[in-house]
T-cell receptor
Framework: DTAVSQTPKYLVTQMGNDKSIKCEQN?????MYWYKQDSKKFLKIMFS???????INETVPNRFSPKSPDKAHLNLHINSLELGDSAVYFC?????????????????FGPGTRLTVL | AQTVTQSQPEMSVQEAETVTLSCTYD???????LFWYKQPPSRQMILVIR??????QNATENRFSVNFQKAAKSFSLKISDSQLGDAAMYFC?????????????FGKGTKLSVKP
């Protein structure tokens, strides 16, 4: 069974469009994340959610908005897409709050979504 | 702010040989976690090994082991008996246990090639 899944795996769209990427985890984790991997393979955190509350919000454009309908899902909405948004977007999940009890907080990643903006 | 540095953009190893990938990090915290992730051409991010900073013993997972030098802020990955399937990008990552710093901070990666 897939632990962290993302749809779609590939997304090609025109500048100015609005798109969403879905993420689901079946690990029972309580924290989910979105990372962006640029063309140079550099990975950087975008958002994380715990119990439907945004707990990390890095300096990303407000065209990007995470939405979590429940603990198992964290979707990424992107408005007015720009060329520079082309990247691979990874969803991840973990079992503990980032600032939690000291349990090892391993993040498990989805397969990634390659977004290409034309 | 914490930073992670991988000084080797690319490495190559002969099949069945041993290779070590370097990683250094900068932090003022005493408690944290360190990880190595593997990203093969399939793009999937796969956890290879993890280390808690409070543990002095180096983590080991089968053919993968780390050399964790806390004072030197070094966290290298050793791959023994390299296999063709080990060819991938390897990312070193740091995570603080505290508050809004709980996200992973990644190095820029090392591309490992395995020669038959």
């Amino acid at each position: 069974d897939t632990a962290v899944s993302q749809t779609p795996k590939y997304l090609v769209t025109q500048m100015g469009n609005d798109k969403s990427i879905k993420c689901e985890q079946n690990l029972g984790h309580d924290t989910m994340y979105w990372y962006k991997q640029d063309s140079k393979k550099f990975l950087k955190i975008m958002f994380s959610y715990n119990n439907k509350e945004l707990i990390i919000n890095e300096t990303v454009p407000n065209r990007f908005s995470p939405k979590s309908p429940d603990k198992a899902h964290l979707n990424l909405h992107i408005n007015s897409l720009e060329l520079g948004d082309s990247a691979v977007y990874f969803c991840a999940s973990s079992h503990a709050l980032p600032g939690g009890s000291g349990r090892t907080d391993t993040q498990y990643f989805g397969p990634g979504t390659r977004l290409t903006v034309l | 702010a914490q930073t992670v540095t991988q000084s080797q953009p690319e490495m190559s190893v002969q099949e069945a040989e041993t290779v070590t990938l370097s990683c250094t990090y900068d932090t003022s915290e005493s408690d944290y976690y360190l990880f190595w992730y593997k990203q093969p051409p399939s793009r999937q991010m796969i956890l290879v090994i993890r280390q808690e900073a409070y543990k002095q013993q180096n983590a080991t997972e089968n053919r993968f082991s780390v050399n964790f030098q806390k004072a030197a802020k070094s966290f290298s990955l050793k791959i023994s008996d390299s296999q063709l399937g080990d060819a991938a990008m390897y990312f070193c990552a740091y995570r603080s246990p505290r508050g809004s710093q709980g996200n992973l901070i990644f190095g820029k990666g090392t591309k490992l090639s395995v020669k038959p």
